[in-house]
């Protein structure tokens, strides 16, 4: 799973964070501006993730598990941090890599799974 407890599910570094805050903002006619954060939990975070080099067996038990969550709140653990999050996750791509032919017969594939993991604020359901 995506929380840190498979080893074989940790994610490349470099790694991206993102921050952002979710505000409301009138614009006035002169120039002036009024900010407030918008909703209790006003900190927007999301991840860019990407797990290189993996075997085909574990990108297909990552996009199983993907698609599992029908678009649902899961676990993530964030590596920086070794925090926590519910995240979601609405797209993802993989890129495959023949890692090894011999006599025309495909003996393994590697891919690259990347993904969008954004915190989920809501109610799960």
Wanted: aromatic share 12%; glycine share 8%.
């Amino acid at each position: 799973m995506f929380d840190g407890s498979n080893p074989a599910w940790c994610p490349a570094i470099p790694m991206t964070r993102t921050k952002e805050w979710r505000q409301r903002i009138a614009q006035f006619g002169d120039g002036y501006q009024q900010r407030t954060l918008d909703g209790i939990n006003p900190l927007n975070r999301s991840w860019s993730v990407r797990y290189e080099m993996k075997p085909a067996s574990v990108i297909a038990d990552m996009e199983t598990y993907l698609e599992a969550q029908q678009g649902h709140a899961f676990d993530f653990q964030d590596p920086a941090t070794g925090e926590i999050f519910k995240v979601v996750c609405d797209q993802w791509t993989v890129d495959w890599l023949l890692a090894k032919v011999k006599n025309g017969v495909v003996e393994s594939l590697n891919g690259t799974l990347a993904a969008e993991f954004v915190k989920f604020n809501g109610l799960a359901v």
